[in-house]
């Protein structure tokens, strides 16, 4: 990490509890529709809706809907797929279906491509374990580099960082199309800020492309964007750079936190508030032209 990195963590300390958003999220299938001002991080986070279910073989279906219910459904997926991780036996089969609840939870589109198949091949060659423990391990942030993930990570998508971060217990965030967004522009109003001819890689976060997120980049919002980067589906290092992302986004969620205690304090512990702090930010990368003041 540089001086832009804690830079930027600095400005987010500063700027979050102040945060001015005006939401206008249409009502989908995911979404119930929010269509309010904000200011403050808070009361982002107060506002989070995601529509989605996961079934529990024992207890039925779990609805997810503000951010109480969601916190709920997420503890007990994660107690869950951890629980299963740390049995003895090499049973990867019931480890998948608790993957399977996870991709349910985060709205999975199609079962037959993507993280679910890819995970349930190896799953029937009793690898999945091994290799999400050593994922787990590489995406630890304690980690002061991000070096081990290039040679471990061999799959990344908006379905498979969710498991990752579930599997994870010091507050490692989801990186989806929707934070990507959020993050991504807020850099770009750090670089505008200190006016910075270019944005230092440090704080250079991916978005992500794909149909159903036209508008999830820095430059729907900021037309003039110096260095903002769209993460394609078809880019050679895309497994490998969506997962720095992440994991560097985690980083800069612990910096800007102990930087400033009061932020999302409610939330308990600094791994809960992380969480928290990822909420905000898939809600504001809805549509990011919200930060736009």
């Known amino acids: 990490m540089d001086e832009h990195f804690e830079g930027f963590a600095d400005y987010l ?9 005006r939401l206008e999220i249409p009502p989908s299938r ?10 403050g991080i808070d009361a982002v ?3 989070y809706d995601w529509r989605s279910r996961w079934l529990d073989e024992n207890k039925g279906l779990h609805p997810s809907e503000d951010w109480v219910s969601t ?51 190896l799953g029937k060659r009793y690898e999945l374990k091994a290799y999400l423990l050593k994922c787990k391990e590489a995406f630890s942030l304690d980690n002061s580099t991000s070096s081990d993930l290039d040679s471990v990570i061999q799959m990344m998508n908006s379905m498979l960082t969710k498991v990752h971060a579930l599997l994870a217990t010091d507050g490692l965030p989801i990186y ?21 001819a270019n944005l230092p890689c440090s704080i250079k976060f991916p978005t992500v492309d794909g149909k159903f997120n036209s508008v999830r980049h820095v430059t729907e919002v900021y037309p003039e964007a110096v260095g903002a980067f769209q993460l394609r589906y078809s880019h050679p290092d895309r497994n490998q750079l969506w997962a720095r992302a992440k994991w560097r986004l985690g980083k800069l969620m612990l910096m800007t936190l102990e930087k400033n205690p009061s932020i999302l304090i409610m939330e308990g512990a600094l791994p809960s508030r992380c969480h928290a702090f990822e909420a905000a930010l898939f809600m504001l990368g809805y549509n990011p032209r919200c930060l736009k003041t």
């Not at 995911?30 to 200011?39: A, H, I, L």
């Not at 199309?177 to 959020?182: P, T």
């Open 13 to 21: 300390a500063y700027t979050l509890p102040g945060l001015h958003a």
């Open 30 to 39: 995911f979404c119930g529709g929010v269509s309010k001002e904000f200011r």
């Open 45 to 47: 986070v107060a506002a």
């Open 71 to 121: 916190k709920t459904s997420l503890n007990m997926l994660r107690k869950r797929l951890i629980e299963e991780m740390s049995r003895t036996d090499e049973n990867d089969a019931e480890i998948v279906e608790e993957i399977r609840r996870v991709l349910e939870w985060g709205g999975n589109r199609n079962w037959k491509r993507g993280a679910y198949p890819f995970l349930e091949n």
């Open 176 to 196: 989806d199309s929707r934070v990507a967004a959020a993050v991504a522009t807020l850099a770009e109003q750090y670089r505008q800020t200190k006016r910075l």
